[in-house]
């Protein structure tokens, strides 16, 4: 290749000179000034002598490369008017062998497809047939749980010995249906799986249409998904059902258990009845014995008074006096003749005598209940206050009054115990 020399009215070195002359100038001042407009205009002139060698210079390569451009777009002209024919015929010939290549590959996929729609339509009848089966199942065995619920409540009603057997054959029943369905969802994985090797076996051999396959095996996921959604439900309903059938049969426990303590509480409350009564009893035989005792010296007492009382004034004025339907003179009560002044007891001071009775069940056992019994006298002349307003006898729970009247027994607990009623 020739070399052109390349010759400009600068040099870099020429251009170093001049940036050491003039760098460091300032226009400040008037000499400054001038300064830097010469330089300008120097500078000004050496930068268009450049351009204008610049233009010289390329001036002939621009030519040449135009002369190039043209010869070589006549000859591209001549090959292409040879060429592109050629392509037409070759790009036919391709579209037609595309084509044929498309139909068949068309005609492949369709039969693809036939026969996966075919086999699809299988599966889904054969699950749609293990559905309806389980299904069935479900359904008679939610009516045998039914029908075993409704004869477990009549028998419970009717007699609660046979509860027992009926829940022993509900656990049978159970288990033989576990059994069933254990071997029903083996059959179930065992034809799932075959499917799957089915499947796996179909997408080895056909790579081509993978993607649409693809679609088919999640739609057959989607239907067992739902299938097994489904059985999910309706065992969760069968469990619920059990579990009620549990609930029952763990209130009729709970019922009996209740119904044995009530009994049993209400065998120790007869029976603290009756010792209640059996020592209340007592204690009236033996209270009446002290009254009348008490009466026989009250009255061999009021006899002696009546005596002294003769001797001094013989002359005594009867005054009744209501006591237990008895009747005293003044000279009874020990008064004097018309010196001493009549004048019945005003009762304004008494005497109180308390006794607490611990009942138990029998033996060293701990108390069951306390019954406090209570008696009133007066003070002065020892006549016994009588209780209103309460039934006679004995009660563990409420306030009675001895038959005579003259007691009051009311039933206490200690401060500390935690009995109903208690705040």
């Known amino acids: 290749m020739t070399q052109i020399a390349v010759v400009y009215p600068t040099s870099e070195d020429a251009i170093a000179t001049l940036r050491e002359r003039y760098t460091g100038l300032s226009a400040d001042t008037p000499k400054g000034y001038e300064e830097v407009r010469v330089a300008i205009g120097e500078l000004r002139k050496l930068r268009v002598a450049v351009e204008e060698r610049r233009k010289e210079l390329k001036k002939d390569s621009l ?64 699950l749609a047939e293990i559905r309806a089966q389980e299904e069935a199942r479900i359904r008679a065995e939610a009516e045998q749980l039914a029908q075993e619920r409704a004869a477990f409540e009549a028998a419970e ?19 033989e249906r576990q059994r069933l369905a254990q071997i029903e969802r083996e059959q179930i994985e065992a034809e799932r799986q075959r499917i799957a090797e089915e499947a796996a076996e179909m997408q080895r051999q056909q790579e081509a249409i993978v993607a649409e396959r693809q679609r088919l095996a999640d739609e057959q996921a989607a239907a067992e998904a739902r299938a097994q959604e489904e059985l999910r439900r309706q065992q969760e309903e069968l469990a619920a059902e059990r ?21 049993e509480l209400e065998r ?29 010296q009250a009255q061999r007492e009021a006899a002696e008074a009546a005596e002294a009382a003769e001797a001094a004034a013989p002359q005594a004025v009867p005054v009744p006096i209501d006591n237990d339907d008895e009747t005293f003179s003044i000279a009874d009560l020990g008064l004097g003749s018309s010196s001493t002044s009549a004048k019945i007891c005003e009762h304004e001071k008494f005497k109180t005598s308390v006794d607490v009775t611990r009942l138990t069940s029998g033996g060293d056992s701990e108390p069951t209940s306390y019954t406090a019994e209570i008696r009133i ?25 001895s038959f005579d009247g003259l007691e009051l027994r009311c039933p206490v607990i200690p401060s500390s115990d935690k009995a109903e009623g208690q705040a």
């Open 63 to 126: 030519e040449y490369g135009r002369r190039v451009d043209s010869v070589a777009k006549a000859l591209t002209e001549q090959l292409e008017a040879i060429e592109n024919p050629l392509k037409l015929l070759k790009e036919a010939a391709d579209e037609e062998k595309a084509r044929a290549k498309a139909e068949k590959e068309a005609a492949e996929r369709r039969e693809f497809e036939e026969k996966l729609r075919a086999e699809q339509e299988a599966r889904e009848q054969r």
């Open 157 to 175: 009603r009717e007699r609660a010995a046979a509860m027992e057997a009926q829940l022993l054959e509900a656990e049978r029943q159970e288990a």
């Open 377 to 401: 006298h007066c003070a002065a002349c020892g006549v016994p206050m009588k209780f209103l307003g309460l039934q006679g006898g004995s009660h563990p729970e409420r306030p009675t009054v």
């Open 268 to 296: 120790q409350r007869r029976a603290a009845q009756e010792e209640a009564d059996r020592q209340a009893a007592a204690q009236l035989a033996e209270q009446q014995e002290r009254e009348r005792v008490a009466q026989e």
């Open 243 to 263: 579990a009620e059938i549990e609930r029952q049969r763990a209130e009729l426990a709970k019922q009996a258990e209740e119904e044995a303590a009530q009994r």
